[in-house]
């Protein structure tokens, strides 16, 4: 990389000149009055769905108004300290948890959500995974064929092509060891355009190298004369006649975290959910949304995930470089409707992730952080929502409003999840380990493949002893054409609500079964398509 | 190297419909024994005028948990006490950043630490926090860690989340654990 041209890609945060320059970005921490604003097309939400449909319904001459919950942080303010972005950027500090606190949910929220901290894997929708939806919940237009040119066109405006330099050791041990023991392994491709190589994708990318929502959509839809409203929370949708006619909003302190007395109302005959599959159910039962079949916030998927750490002869350096690079989809290969299948990936390695997923504490969890440079991570993505035993979690409210998600983790689960702790385990030895321990609150450790084999065989694995963690959040409003199994439409409208689309995760009728920023941002791209096509006939047509 | 053999792996006891059925009855008391002690919510001003989630207690309660938590992991020495004083701070500036759901749920578990009745009952601490011996701060951690009782197992693992998230964030553990801190975007 040219030394010149880097230092010029560092120092520059476009999205701070485009301030300058007259964007119209509101921060409702500091509004003094209400605000009410209209427009032709409301986004909620400004991540991969949000931001994908704010670029094409801009570019089709549509005055669009984003709303977004967290706050507005752009290159400038990343500092890649993760005590810093996790409180910053993330839900609830980065613990979010489920119910019954069996798992940890990482899911961005600021301005271009999840993308502006995701670890950049790009996946299309695996054609296992869309001949199941077309089989199981008639859905037809999302072939393989169908979506190929949509994906297409998102690859390239976000630079999504296969990484060239040589992947990182904790990524490449992956490698090694599946090819050892005859596993199939594969290149990750990424969104990125000139990438330092730094590993830090996770606390917000300090060079904009990272080509998320925050440096390409919402800019270009900005420029065009969209509206950003940050720190504003979507409480309701006022709706009546199966139209919804307006979306309330609540201003949230300069910390993101409580309600003030601002409120913000706007008006629009098109609403669009695009605030994540915890969000956007919930906003549809604060709201009443009619739900005559009880689908709402149903059928909540998460790719709970298990991990697997190892120790290496030789140094990892798990913080540093890309963080995901190498993947194995050899346990999907199977009929998904079968027993828990998992898609095998490295996770970055930098001290309060690994720190506060490690179980256990004291003189045996320090001795373990004592070998972070050595260490190396695997972790095991449980592709859930394809079997009958597999039915996903569901999202509801507190007391006060704020949306939880019961997930239970059952049997069912636990068989897959054991198996995975398996695999792990067999390729981190393929790969040279010394050690292995399977994350889970016996901290037990193995030294050999068969010692790992009979151990894992007999760790009693529920709730709260595992460590499960989940950074994909999906489902809650599936699409479909049947109302009584769908909340929206394969147009990506509400069955019930006939101006209400939902544009983000929670469309999937399962989980993905890959890492889903390109499969929200090709199904996206088809869907707000076709709707602009529809909202704005004698321009387009 | 950290080696724990197979033959510690904590054997669960068999859930009988009996057990299950004291837990859930312990934990509803246990809650609503919360709800009944936490009567409020305020932020409050620190010393520093930097808004405080955690009252007096609550960081009593952490500055005694911490040595035994991070056992192995922050100094043992005289300068501990510096580094003891930022984790505390650390988990005020976290639980700060929380939302009020969580902050009241964590209020709620400080709050039935802090009483003596229920830290005997529970935390099995029967001096108060700062006389608290490691031995039996060391026995609490394990017992809630290994407990039947979800809500205690989850109480553990706000306190191991929290703790440990606010140390290894602090670039003073770094060194010992090799980590270099993020990388300068300076170039030459």
Redesign the interface.
């Known amino acids: 990389m040219a030394?010149a041209s880097?230092?010029a890609a560092?120092s520059l945060d476009p999205f701070r000149i485009g301030l300058a320059s007259g964007w119209k970005v509101i921060d409702a921490s500091t509004l003094s009055q209400d605000l009410t604003l209209d427009a032709d097309v409301v986004i909620v939400g400004t991540g991969a769905g949000g931001g994908t449909a704010a670029e094409i319904l801009s570019d089709a001459g549509l005055l669009v108004v984003l709303i977004e919950e967290g706050p507005l942080a752009t290159s400038s303010d990343f500092?890649?300290?993760?005590?810093e972005a996790?409180?910053q950027l993330y839900q609830?500090?980065s613990?979010r948890k489920t119910k019954?606190?069996a798992i940890?949910i990482l899911q961005g929220r600021c301005v271009g959500g999840g993308t502006t901290v995701n670890w950049t894997s790009s996946f299309r929708t695996p054609a296992a995974t869309l001949e199941h939806w077309a089989r199981e919940f008639d859905l037809r237009g999302f072939g393989v064929a169908d979506l190929e040119p949509w994906f297409a066109r998102m690859e390239q405006r976000l630079g999504i092509s296969p990484w060239l330099v040589a992947a990182n050791e904790n990524n490449s041990a992956l490698r090694r060891g599946a090819n050892v023991l005859g596993i199939s392994s594969g290149e990750i491709q990424r969104n990125v355009k000139g990438c330092w190589n730094?590993g830090?994708c996770g606390m917000g990318c300090?060079?904009n190298a990272k080509q998320s929502m925050l440096v390409t959509t919402i800019p270009a839809a900005l420029a065009r004369g969209a509206t950003l409203v940050t720190r504003a929370r979507a409480w309701t949708i006022e709706h009546g006649n199966a139209r919804a006619t307006s979306v309330h909003c609540i201003g949230l302190d300069p910390?993101?975290?409580?309600p003030t007395a601002r409120k913000i109302t706007v008006h629009a005959p098109t609403f669009i959910l695009s605030a994540g599959a915890i969000g956007s159910p919930a906003l549809l039962i604060r709201s009443k949304a009619p739900d005559p079949h009880g689908t709402v916030g149903k059928r909540s998927f998460l790719h709970p995930t298990v991990v697997s750490a190892a120790?290496m002869p030789d140094r990892v350096d798990g913080?540093?470089g890309a963080p995901q690079a190498i993947y194995s989809d050899h346990f999907l290969e199977r009929p998904p409707d079968g027993p828990l299948g998992y898609k095998l990936e490295a996770p970055p390695l930098?001290?309060?992730l690994?720190?506060?997923t490690l179980p256990?504490?004291?003189?045996?969890?320090?001795?373990?952080?004592?070998?972070?440079?050595h260490m190396h991570v695997l972790i095991a993505l449980m592709r859930d929502g394809f079997h009958a035993r597999s039915p996903g979690g569901s999202v509801g409210l507190?007391s006060?409003g704020?949306p939880v998600l019961d997930y239970r983790l059952d049997e069912f689960f636990w068989e897959g999840a054991r198996r995975a702790f398996a695999s792990m385990a067999e390729i981190q030895f393929a790969a040279g380990a010394?050690?292995v321990?399977s994350l889970h609150?016996?901290?037990?450790?193995?030294?050999s493949w068969p010692?790992a084999k009979?151990?894992i065989a007999?760790?009693?694995l529920?709730?709260?002893?595992a460590s499960v963690v989940s950074a994909h959040v999906m489902g809650g409003c599936p699409l479909g054409p049947d109302p009584k199994r769908a909340v929206i439409d394969p147009s990506g409208r509400h069955h019930h609500l006939e101006n209400l689309y939902v544009f983000d995760g929670s469309l999937f009728p399962t989980s993905v079964g890959a890492n889903p920023q390109l499969s929200i941002y090709g199904i996206t791209a088809k869907l707000a398509t076709e709707l602009a096509v529809r909202l704005t006939p004698r321009r387009l047509g | 190297?950290?080696?724990?053999?197979?033959s510690?792996?904590?054997?669960?006891p068999n859930k009988t419909r009996r057990t299950l059925l004291k837990a859930g009855i312990a934990g509803g008391v246990v809650l609503v024994l919360a709800r009944w002690m936490v009567t409020s919510y305020s932020p409050r001003e620190s010393a520093e005028g930097t808004?405080s989630a955690l009252d007096p207690s609550a960081r009593t309660i952490i500055a005694a948990i911490v040595p035994?938590?991070?056992?192995?992991?922050i100094p043992d020495v005289d300068t501990s006490v510096e580094a003891r004083a930022e984790v505390v701070a650390?988990v005020d500036?976290?639980v700060?950043?929380?939302?009020?759901?969580?902050r009241k749920e964590l209020e709620q578990l400080f709050a039935l630490l802090s009483f003596a009745p229920t830290r005997c009952l529970l935390a099995g601490v029967w001096s108060s926090w700062p006389d608290a011996s490691r031995e039996s701060v060391?026995a609490f951690?394990a017992s809630w860690?290994?407990s039947r009782f979800?809500l205690l197992?989850?109480g553990y693992?706000?306190l191991?989340?929290l703790i440990?998230?606010a140390?290894?964030?602090?670039a003073r553990?770094?060194p010992?654990?090799?980590?270099?801190g993020?990388?300068s975007?300076?170039?030459?």
């Open positions: 030394a880097s230092r560092g500092h890649m300290r993760e005590a996790y409180s609830e500090s613990a019954d606190k940890n730094l830090y300090p060079t910390g993101g975290t409580d120790l913080f540093a930098h001290p309060i690994v720190a506060t256990g504490h004291g003189v045996a969890h320090a001795n373990w952080m004592r070998e972070l440079a507190e006060d704020s010394k050690t321990m609150s016996t901290a037990a450790s193995y030294s010692a009979a151990g007999a760790l009693a529920e709730p709260l002893q | 190297m950290p080696q724990v053999p197979n510690h792996a904590r054997k669960l808004r035994v938590l991070l056992e192995g992991a650390g500036r976290a700060a950043g929380l939302p009020p759901g969580s060391a951690l860690r290994d979800t197992v989850s693992g706000a191991h989340q440990l998230a140390w290894y964030g602090n553990s770094w010992a654990i090799g980590y270099p993020p990388p975007l300076e170039i030459g």
